[in-house]
Structures are given as C-alpha cells and as structure tokens.
C-alpha cells in the first residue's frame, strides 16, 4: 500500500548514524523522515546520475522555488518532487520549520557544484566550518526545533555535533570525493604538510602510488579535530528527554565508531573507505548506554 501523500517514505540511503529510527518520538517521524528527504533529494541533485553542473543548479533552482511554495502550504501542480514537498509542506505548517535552515542545505549543495566546476578548495578550517554551518548544522537545528530545545547553549552543542559529522564524512570519503574533483582539506593543513591540491594527484584514488605519509598525517590530525568537535556537542545527549537523547546517542556513536575505522586502516582513507555495518549494533549500543560527560581520546598519539 502507498504512502499518504503527506508520510515519506523510510530511508534507503546509507548513513552513519539512525534517521527517523524506532528511538525517535513516534510523533516526530514523520517531519524527521520529511526533512531527511528533503535533504536526501537535494543530495542527489547535486551529487549522483550524470548531469552536467549547470543543469545541476538549474535543478537546484528548481528545487528551491519548490520549497518556497511548500512554505506557503502547497505543492505546485507540476511539482517534480511531490513525494519530497508533499510531506514537507505538511510538516512545515504542522511543526512550523523554519525555511531558512532549510534554504541554508540548498545554498550548500549549489556551493559544492560551484566549488567543483571551478576546481576550489577551502583555504582554511574557518572556512569549511561555514559550509558545514549551512551544510550540516541546520539537520541540527531543525531537529532542536522540533524538539522544542532553543537555548543558545543546546544550539551550540548541536552545531558541534552538526559540523563534526559532516567533517568525519569528508574524511572517510576522500576516495569518493577526490575522483569526482571534490576537494575538502583545508589549504592551510595542507600547507603545513608541504602539500598542495595539486599533490593529490600523485597517488591513491588518483594514481597507482600509495599515499605518502604527509597525506596519512593530514587525515589523522582533521580527524582528530573532527574528534574534539563531536566531544564538544556531546554533552547535548543528557539534556534532551527520553528517545530524543538516546538516539542522538547513536548518532554520536554513529560518527566516533567511523572514526574509529578510520584509525584502524591508518588513517590511510585515499584508499578504501569505512562504513558502518550490522556487526557494528552491539557495540554502538554498549558505547551509547555507557555515555558519560567526557568521551575517550584517540587510541593513538598524531604524528
């Protein structure tokens, strides 16, 4: 049977961490499933099938007038997204979403293909933490909002955990990302390692060589500031009540236990990525059932 048209459907994408799981309030699956969509969707613009960038940003475009309408409280006719604005446009008038944090994903997806197209990089920490501000903090906020939490602290820590995710996805990622000509290290990290973006060329996933060591220590030390970030927003999984905190919990463990694996192969992501598996579940659960206010440190000292 059908989905009404105001439900998404379940998630099928891979992830880190839970959406929308059995630990989520009941009542609030239906706008987390919504958003996740929403975002999901605009993901693939972006990024999947073989569409040239321009057409990508026509679509993104497209998209974004959508979301205006579903703001308003209706879908267009012709909307070519009726299963993502139908259960969105619901949730924004029943939970009252706010548009912007959901315009902020948009502006980020759009970002990423202009960044490509024109070969950019981020010069430094401070700029990639404003792309994850737009690309990654407003799931946060979002989710906050539906949990009625809009303290500036409680804010704050979402962020942390926010940015962290996205960060701990770059990382895994870099034998995803550097074929397709995405580029996420930080040109000041990079330059304390005497590389350059040219320098990834020269090996894995670009080239037969291995990576040298420069590129290894480059991962561990984003890692490691991916690391103290999520222990920064941490702390938000003992303020928010009942299923809302456990899954966050999960969450959290979702992107340390990715961490984690990315430790285990030596930091050495240029050549395979890690992923979160069922063998994972029992472990997740301990380490979420055993949160504390402090989360352990690396298992091995940067070198």
């Not at 630990?23 to 972006?46: E, K, V």
């Not at 139908?86 to 979403?97: M, V």
């Not at 010069?123 to 737009?134: F, G, I, P, Q």
Request: proline share 10%; glycine share 6%.
């Amino acid at each position: 049977m059908p989905e009404p048209s105001h439900i998404a459907a379940p998630p099928a994408h891979y992830e880190n961490f839970p959406v929308a799981s059995w630990l989520c309030p009941p009542h609030l699956r239906p706008p987390i499933a919504a958003i996740y969509h929403f975002a999901r969707t605009a993901d693939d613009i972006a990024d999947e099938g073989d569409a040239s960038p321009d057409q990508r940003l026509a679509d993104l475009r497209a998209y974004r007038e959508e979301l205006r309408a579903a703001a308003r409280g209706s879908v267009p006719a012709a909307s070519r997204w009726p299963y993502v604005f139908g259960p969105l446009a619901h949730s924004i008038a029943q939970f009252s979403l706010p548009e912007e944090l959901l315009a902020d994903l948009l502006s980020a997806f759009m970002q990423d293909i202009e960044k490509t197209q024109g070969g950019g990089s981020y010069a430094d920490r401070a700029e990639l933490l404003d792309y994850c501000r737009r690309s990654a903090n407003p799931i946060g906020r979002l989710l906050l909002h539906l949990y009625g939490v809009h303290d500036a602290e409680a804010l704050a820590q979402s962020d942390a955990i926010c940015s962290a995710l996205q960060l701990i996805n770059f990382w895994q990622d870099p034998s995803v990302d550097l074929p397709r000509g995405r580029f996420y290290p930080p040109l000041a990290d990079c330059a304390r390692r005497g590389l350059t973006r040219e320098s990834f060329k020269a090996f894995m996933p670009l080239a037969d060589a291995p990576p040298p060591q420069e590129a290894i220590n480059l991962i561990a030390v984003e890692s490691a500031w991916a690391r103290e970030l999520m222990a920064q927003g941490a702390p938000l999984v003992h303020r928010l009540p009942g299923r809302a905190g456990w899954e966050l919990r999960f969450v959290v463990q979702g992107g340390l236990r990715i961490l984690d694996k990315i430790e285990d192969l030596g930091f050495d992501t240029f050549s395979q990525r890690p992923k979160i598996s069922k063998t994972d579940a029992p472990l997740l659960a301990w380490r979420a059932l055993r949160m504390r206010r402090q989360l352990p440190p690396m298992k091995a000292p940067l070198r």
